[in-house]
């Protein structure tokens, strides 16, 4: 199984931008999806996440200004970013929780990882 993420980028504060983060390989559903973000110096936080496809979690520090979002038959999860600040820069990191057969639990995969500048 493998993560591919893509999108980012430099961007002036209060731009916009999309993350996208496709999983391939053998998988037989995907339990839950998120992204992931760790800034220089800091621990790696929750950003957002999706369950089942619907069931979301935001964190405070974007929410307003990010939206999670999910194809669970492209096994794809996007996340719009919009009014980015300064702050907002860091590695994002997609993860998601495949299984692998029928009846099986999920196991967490993650991606490379893309990174976000925003900065005028």
């Known amino acids: 199984v493998q993560l591919q993420a893509s999108g980012g980028g430099l961007v002036q504060p209060g731009g916009s931008l999309r993350l996208s983060c496709v999983a391939s390989?053998?998988?037989?559903?995907?339990?839950?999806m998120g992204w992931y973000r760790q800034a220089p110096g800091k621990q790696r936080e929750l950003v957002a996440i999706v369950r089942g496809g619907d069931d979301t979690d935001i964190a405070d520090s974007v929410k307003g200004r990010f939206t999670i979002s999910s194809d669970n038959a492209q096994k794809t999860v996007y996340l719009q970013m919009n009014s980015l600040k300064p702050e907002d820069t860091a590695v994002y990191y997609c993860?998601?929780?495949?299984?692998?057969?029928?009846?099986?639990?999920?196991?967490?995969?993650w991606g490379q990882g893309t990174l976000v500048t925003v900065s005028s």
């Open positions: 993860n998601q929780g495949i299984i692998r057969r029928y009846g099986g639990y999920p196991v967490s995969y």
């Open positions: 390989g053998d998988i037989f559903s995907v339990s839950f």
